[in-house]
């Protein structure tokens, strides 16, 4: 069953000698590939190069053409004397300009879950939900090409945002990955094969609802690690995983990155940082038949056992929880209409011969 996901896979062979991808991150700028220019004041944009199109601001415009065969890290004068630096940008860059459906998860988040979910070269890997494929980027980089992700997306219009986003970065579609659109609790028993799976990463809204299929699909030793954007959800998720009882007592941390300034002797940190993405929770899948060892804390005085649903029903009467409950600005769906009908003109364009 793990060679063939029941899905709407993009899954071919990758036209190049190396890994996917490797090819577009080195050698002189080529004509359709996406280049980050700075200003003499730092402001960045981010231009996709084509043959006779022009790159224009208040303060005079550049050729694309004078870019194209240039080395990587080069400089440009535009016609007003504006000059701008020339780089290709990096998987973070990527990620945080790129079109969204979806919140991503960011190059922070992305990276502490590749090391701390132990994200290694050939593993088989499910992720839920794609949203807008940036989590997605990293696990397959992490897995390489001689590994799997199955990713799954219960909003066919994310999946297509998702998908358009990932060729994009690789420039063409990932050997190893497939999305399959529905509810990954109905969608990955049918999937993979129970036992199979060396690690899960969920990021959604209520990933206590997907912890039985989970734990089916882990092999003995295998990881999930959750990524939540509020204290309920990482409460609940941490109380169902220890209900479960297939799993090792859960971890629970969050990652704070603050930048520093350097100019002169004023050597000190950013005013301004992001003080809030979310948090992570990891555990191991249990052998079968094997029960947790007791805990020996005991919880402090005052706690409660466990996640009260009467709490949960005081402040969401209909059970639900939604986006705006944690705090999630709604996307309109107009926009992600778009976006997806954009992608979907792409790829109908690529698979179009000579397209
Ligand atoms: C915050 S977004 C994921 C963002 C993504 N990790 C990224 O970095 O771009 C959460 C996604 O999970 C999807 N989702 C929620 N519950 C799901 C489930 N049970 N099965 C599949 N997808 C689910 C939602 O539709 C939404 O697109």
Known sequence: MTDAPESSTDSVPATTDGP??????????????????????GRMHTITLGTGKQFHTHRGYLAHDDLIGRPDGTTI??????EYLALRPLLPDFVLSMPRGAAVVYPKDAGQI?????????ATVVEAGVGSGAL????????????????????????QIAKGNVNSFFGAPHPGWSVTVGDLVDALPQTVENGTVDRVVLDMLAPWDCLG??????????????????????????????????????QAWESLVRGWHLEGLAVRPEHRMHGHTG?????????????????????????????????????????????EDVGERPVSDKKVR???RSFSEQQSDQERPGG
């Open 77 to 82: 004068t535009n016609t007003a004397g504006v």
């Open 213 to 250: 299929v989970v734990g089916d699909a882990l092999a003995p030793g295998g990881l999930l690690i959750c990524y939540v954007a509020t204290a309920t959800q990482l409460s609940r998720t941490a109380e169902a995983m220890r209900d479960h009882s297939g799993f090792t007592e859960p």
């Open 114 to 122: 590749v090391t701390m979910g132990d994200i290694f070269p050939g």
């Open 279 to 323: 948090f992570l929770i990891s555990t191991r899948r249990l052998a079968p038949g094997v029960t947790p060892p007791v805990r020996k804390r005991r919880p402090s005085k005052g706690a409660a056992d466990g996640y009260d649903e009467a709490d949960v029903q005081a402040v969401m009467p209909s059970g639900e929880w939604s986006p």
């Open 136 to 159: 997605s980027m990293s696990l397959l980089r992490a897995v390489g090409d001689q590994g799997r992700l199955y990713s799954f997306e219960r909003r066919d219009d994310f999946a």
């Open 338 to 340: 778009k976006l997806a």
């Open 20 to 41: 996917l991808g490797a090819d577009l991150r080195r050698g002189p700028f080529t004509e359709g590939e996406r280049v980050q220019l700075t200003d003499p004041k």
